[in-house]
């Protein structure tokens, strides 16, 4: 007979450590706020770790905020725990979610039935093969560009000639852009996949505080060890990778999708989970031939900017701590005076700046950092939202608004990958910045009146953005910020619209669109959770799914 006793897990909430304090501490700190002693706790885990560096009554106290899941013995009540579940300070710890289906689609696994091909190898595409390879159903992913080890070798060659080669680039290739960002896969989305996602990625080698760190970063240095292993993994639970293999067109019969075909063959699949990432521009138009539905809809988009990064931690911690390596920030001017909201995104503490494209010609900015953040410059997007109002009601009009801005930033930057820039009180003021100062920016910049490059739309929501930033970091909009740039690509501006349950495309039969660039995620983790949730509502689905308009 088992001596096992059933237990139940306590989320307890808002414990306070300081940022010299041994986390051991926290047993003693649950126990009390549960009201029980420490030898009650079954088990303790630490859900959740945030920095409160807020400034009260003109002085900084900073601190750790613990959540921790707490195990006690099911039944154990005590008066202080009835309290703090009334009090909101504890609650039942959520369920992680399961990765394993109790049955699979019999579709999936019929004798001879073709395997499912997963289109790309970013976030999306990875964890949704995860999914499959989790539950023994056949799987091929096709990447159009190459494996991270070659891609290295190509983006470097960029770096040194300035000639971008359309299919082996910053966004296309294993991994997704994400690759060659700053790795953040902290999400705003309490999805019971997360922590099984995040445990997968530290088996492969991403540090242990990822699963709980409320800023979690892998860096782009320890991406392109872990993707590999990631790769390894699943090739031994039967996964097949095809890299440069670009996906041309669907073999389709009515509303069923009978094969992909490819630059290297046609691929018969059973189903087709579609994950091809924010840049797949040429792929969607394609697709929307072969009566695939798309719509625009609203993206973020604005310019890069970068700071000393002692000027971010002097507003952030008062000066350097050692103990907290280099500071971030989340900034947010809410919608106000007939402009919409403006936000900080992808801020690289101790980063860089890179010229993110796939296509001649055209000039998009990123931000990058590897896991130490040891550059001196700090960098983020300062971006704002624009949508049909702005560029057109067609499906594709946001590309095309897209293309039209880099192209403009393009030129202005002499045409050969240096990026305009402009000092961030100069564009406030509509003023050329004299000498731009140094930038981490790959290749270099040139004085440019990035104001006048921007639509109008754009140009005054970040300038109001900019006064209202300085009240939380100071000289943010001063000339110490310099802006170096077009981003353009924090989120597509076209959606593939599909049924909330089974998560089909409108109108098809096996065609699932997932992730950034089938518009239904916007990062590295929110994608690799939807590509999951996606393949989960697959292997329950079968391949006859079928959703009408």
């Not at 809410?334 to 860089?352: E, W, Y």
């Not at 202005?412 to 820039?421: C, I, K």
């Amino acid at each position: 007979m088992s001596n096992t006793k059933p237990t139940a897990t306590w989320r307890v909430m808002q414990l306070e450590l300081g940022l010299q304090d041994d986390p051991a501490l926290l047993r003693g700190l649950a126990a009390r706020e549960l009201g029980v002693e420490v030898s009650a706790l079954r088990g303790l885990r630490v859900a959740r770790k945030a920095l409160d560096a807020r400034v009260r009554h003109g002085s900084r106290r900073m601190q750790w905020i613990y959540h921790v899941d707490a195990v006690l013995d099911a039944g154990r009540r005590t008066k202080r725990l009835d309290q703090a579940l009334r009090a909101g300070r504890i609650r039942e710890a959520p369920v992680d979610g399961q990765v394993l289906v109790a049955r699979v689609a019999p579709s999936l696994r019929a004798s001879g039935a073709a395997p499912v091909v997963v289109v790309g190898s970013g976030p999306a595409g990875i964890f949704a093969a995860w999914v499959l390879a989790q539950n023994s159903v056949p799987c091929i992913v096709l990447e159009r560009g190459p494996a991270v080890e070659e891609r290295g070798r190509h983006v470097v060659r960029f770096h040194r000639t300035r000639v971008v080669d359309p299919e082996r680039n910053l966004l296309f290739g294993e991994g997704g852009a994400g690759t060659y960002s700053d790795g953040k896969i902290y999400t705003r989305v309490d999805d019971p996949l997360e922590v099984p996602i995040l445990e997968e990625l530290v088996t492969c080698g991403a540090p242990p505080e990822i699963v709980y760190d409320s800023l979690a970063h892998i860096g782009t240095d320890k991406l392109h060890r872990i993707l590999p292993i990631l790769r390894e993994k699943l090739r031994a639970s039967g996964v097949e990778f095809r890299f440069e293999t670009r996906m041309e067109r669907l073999r389709i019969d009515g509303t069923r999708v009978l094969a992909v075909e490819t630059s290297s063959g046609e691929v018969p699949c059973s189903a087709v989970l579609f994950a091809p990432g924010h840049s797949a521009r040429d792929t969607w138009t394609t697709l929307a031939s072969q009566g695939v539905a798309f719509e625009a809809k609203p993206f973020q988009l604005g310019l890069r900017i970068e700071h000393p990064q002692e000027l971010i931690d002097a507003g952030r911690f008062g000066g350097r701590v050692p103990e907290l390596g280099a500071a971030s920030y989340g900034l947010l001017c809410k919608a106000g005076d007939g402009l919409p909201a403006t936000f900080s995104f992808c801020m690289c503490p101790g980063g860089r700046i890179v010229a993110s494209v796939n296509e001649p010609g055209l000039l998009c900015t990123n931000g990058m950092s590897n896991s130490k953040h040891s550059s001196p410059w700090a960098t983020s997007a300062i971006v704002t939202t624009f949508g049909p109002r702005e560029f057109g009601s067609g499906p594709f009009a946001g590309v095309e608004f897209q293309r039209e801005l880099e192209r403009r930033f393009f030129e202005s930057g002499g045409g050969d990958y240096t990026a305009p820039a402009q000092g961030a009180r100069d564009f406030v003021e509509g003023r050329e910045t004299a000498q731009p100062r140094h930038s981490t920016y790959t290749f270099g910049t040139r004085p440019a009146r990035l104001d006048r490059l921007l639509p109008a739309h754009g140009r005054d929501a970040i300038a109001r953005a900019l006064s209202h930033f300085e009240r939380n970091l100071r000289h943010f909009s001063s000339n110490e910020g310099q802006f170096v740039g077009l981003e353009s690509r924090s989120s597509g501006p076209v959606r593939m619209p599909r049924d909330a349950q089974t998560r089909v495309s409108v109108g098809w039969d096996n065609l699932y669109p997932v992730g950034e660039g089938a518009g239904h995620a916007g990062g590295i983790m929110s994608a690799a959770l939807d590509g999951a949730n996606s393949a989960l509502a697959l292997l329950h689905n079968g391949t006859a799914a079928r959703t009408t308009p």
